[in-house]
């Protein structure tokens, strides 16, 4: 069993920033990619980035390229969400998550373990 706990989320006005974490129990953290989805009510899951076992493969939601940014640090067992230019629409529980298979990371039934979750809120 993998534990992933997220933190940094929050209430933020529009055009700020927050970064979120993810640390994970894994002892082989290093060698799974990792992604973050989000969750508005009503919505679906949605895939928002992920990074690979080597920290320069990243992949970006359309929605969120030029103001996200995922990142990793092995040594720490954590990955890392960047956002900055915050909207309204980016309002969510934001979720991460370790991939499966680590060949494809936009569709959220290729990760097996996923944390609790982190409340993001973007003021207008």
Not at 48 to 72: K, Y
Not at 84 to 109: E, I, Q, V
């Amino acid at each position: 069993q993998i534990l992933l706990v997220e933190s940094g989320g929050g209430l933020v006005q529009a055009g700020g920033s927050l970064r979120l974490s993810c640390v994970s129990s894994s002892r082989a953290f290093g060698a799974s990619g990792m992604g973050w989805f989000r969750q508005a009510p009503v919505k679906d899951r949605e895939f928002v980035a992920a990074i690979g076992r080597l920290p320069s493969r990243t992949f970006l939601a359309d929605s969120v390229i030029g103001r996200f940014t995922i990142s990793r640090d092995n040594a720490k067992n954590t990955v890392y969400l960047q956002m900055n230019n915050l909207k309204p629409d980016d309002t969510a529980t934001y979720y991460c998550a370790r991939s499966r298979t680590g060949t494809s990371y936009y569709n959220s039934t290729l990760y097996d373990y996923w944390g609790q979750g982190t409340q993001v809120t973007v003021s207008p």
